[in-house]
């Protein structure tokens, strides 16, 4: 079991920015691949970005692709989400997820493990 904590969102304006972060609570990211997925009410879970832990390969959703950029830090046993040029399109609840193995998916029901979210809000 995995149990992850994310943190970092928050009430922003168009334009701004926000890193959201995501740590394992009480173990270590090893052979993982740890995804961000978004939601907003009566929505399905949006795939925005994913990582693998060992090689650190990236994949982002087009939508976010050039404003979003995830990352990691081994030290921190942390995975990042930097969020640049915020819209109101951006508004959602935020998720972190991972899956056993280093395999990149969008699909959100691959994924074994979920925190409890973030909320981001973009205000026009």
């Known amino acids: 079991q995995m149990h992850l904590v994310e943190s970092g969102g928050g009430l922003v304006q168009i334009g701004d920015s926000l890193r959201l972060s995501c740590s394992p609570s009480?173990?270590?990211?090893?052979?993982?691949?740890v995804g961000w997925f978004r939601q907003v009410p009566g929505g399905d879970r949006e795939f925005v970005a994913a990582i693998t832990w060992i090689s650190g390969a990236p994949a982002h959703a087009n939508s976010v692709s050039g404003r979003f950029a995830i990352s990691k830090d081994n030290t921190k046993n942390t995975v990042y989400l930097q969020m640049n040029s915020l819209k109101p399109e951006d508004t959602a609840v935020y998720y972190c997820?991972?899956?056993?193995?280093?395999?990149?998916?969008?699909?959100?029901?691959?994924?074994?493990?979920w925190g409890q979210g973030t909320r981001v809000t973009v205000s026009s």
């Open positions: 997820a991972a899956r056993n193995g280093q395999v990149l998916t969008s699909t959100y029901h691959q994924y074994d493990y």
């Open positions: 009480g173990r270590t990211f090893d052979d993982h691949t």
